[in-house]
């Protein structure tokens, strides 16, 4: 048990997507501006990495791993380099299939933060969620903490960096600063908090 | 020559004037995670530009044929396949540098830059052009990802490539590394740093208010 608290915590905070690993930069940025937004992306980056990581987790164990197809006699068979077109193939399928089931279902859920589902086909967090549940070999019940950490720490960082920039309309940004800088600069020095984390879950 | 200069613009546009790093904020996911040394951001440069090379030029190829609805999926299966093979090959020749990035080669593949040249460009002009555009975008990230990883590299380890350049204390010398340089702060700092001197260099590149906040009232600029 205390195990898989320290993989949430470690995947949420030490390990955070956007700030100590930049993964998922791109929406991280682009969609901050505003903290609705921001609030919206994060959940449903939560969602789908939720979802995906253990639904890989079962394909790569079940179908890709080298042994995978010892019980039918083929022990070579190493498919482990098809990892990345399945990964994204079950991302994209998940993303689509989450779409239509939130529209059918939950249309007012849905309108609100359906355009950023699309987006996350292409979003490095949730891919690499994937890639580092097979490179740490995690089961099923560890992968799915671990998605579900991973997109935990990316909501609360971007809520969080929404809700600074929001702050900033009022303050006086320097002209060749405005935007894309001061938000690097407030990303770097949110960082710098997190890297704080990193003694957490040291033991 | 119009038609000369219009490809010669299109390769060095990217550069600097429309550098996809520090203006169209495409491909900062991987430029910041990679640059701790130079050898690692020039490893990924080389990677990605090949990769966005290829697959411009295939989408380009092949751009009447793929139906709108799924060319979503079309265009990162095609990329995919390219980081596959260029992933095999790194592993193959430069066993130790493909540790280093990890999964940051297979990530190209999500990696904004390829998916929104292929879309905005890729798929509306020959490949020939095409191709020139990916280079040139390519060459642009390689050389944001250059500049970090040197400035990261000399002042974090006191090193460039490898090669000792300011003696350090522990090497009796008399540079102390500044160990904040190689964590992941500094990469932000830099970048954001960058970007303000690019900006104040050139000020057309400069953001516009509305498209930093369209609730913000228009006389505190």
């Known amino acids: ?203 | 020559m119009p038609a000369r200069a219009s490809l010669w613009s299109t390769l060095t546009d990217p550069l600097v004037h429309q550098n996809p790093v520090t203006l169209q904020i495409l491909g900062i996911c991987s430029a910041l995670a990679v640059t701790t040394s130079v050898a690692t951001a020039l490893t990924m440069s080389a990677a990605l530009t090949a990769v966005l090379v290829m697959s411009a030029g295939l989408i380009s190829l092949i751009r009447h044929h793929i139906p709108g609805s799924i060319r979503l999926i079309v265009q990162i299966v095609i990329v995919a396949s390219l980081v596959i093979v260029i992933d095999q090959i790194l592993q193959a020749y430069l066993f130790e540098i493909s540790q280093k990035l990890s999964v940051f080669v297979s990530l190209i593949t999500t990696n904004c830059l390829v998916l929104g040249r292929t879309e905005s460009f890729s798929r509306h002009n020959p490949p020939g052009r095409s191709m020139v555009d990916a280079l040139g975008n390519g060459l642009g990230y390689s050389l944001v990802l250059v500049v970090i990883g040197s400035v990261r590299e000399l002042f974090g380890a006191g090193s460039l490539l490898g090669l000792q350049v300011f003696q350090t204390v522990d090497q009796g010398g008399w540079f102390t590394p500044l160990s904040l340089m190689l964590l992941a702060p500094s990469a932000f700092f830099l970048l954001g740093g960058l970007v303000w001197i690019l900006r104040t260099l050139l000020p057309d590149q400069t953001e516009t208010l509305e498209l930093l906040s369209p609730d913000k009232p228009e006389d505190l600029s």
């Open chain 1, 1 to 203: 048990m205390s195990d898989l608290v320290s993989i949430f915590l470690s995947a949420a905070f030490v390990e955070n997507m956007p700030l100590t690993l930049f993964l998922g930069l791109c929406t991280f940025i682009a969609l901050s501006r505003k903290t609705g937004s921001a609030v919206g992306l994060g959940i449903a980056v939560v969602a789908v990495m939720g979802v995906t990581v253990p639904l890989n987790q079962l394909i790569y164990s079940a179908l890709l791993a080298p042994w995978a197809w010892a019980w039918a006699g083929l022990p070579e068979t190493d498919l482990s380099y098809l990892k990345l077109i399945a990964f994204i193939g079950v991302i994209a399928a998940t993303v689509q299939l989450l779409e239509m089931v939130l529209d059918r279902f939950f249309p007012a859920i849905y309108s609100s933060f359906g355009v950023f589902l699309p987006l996350l086909t292409v979003q490095c967090a949730i891919l690499a969620g994937s890639l580092f549940m097979v490179e740490r070999s995690f089961t099923l019940v560890e992968s799915a903490v671990f998605g579900l950490g991973s997109g935990t720490g990316f909501a609360t960082s971007v809520v969080m960096l929404g809700a600074i920039r929001a702050r900033l309309a009022y303050s006086h940004v320097p002209e060749a600063l405005r935007g894309l800088g001061i938000t690097f600069l407030l990303a770097g020095m949110m960082s710098l908090g997190f890297s704080a984390f990193a003694q957490m879950v040291a033991s």
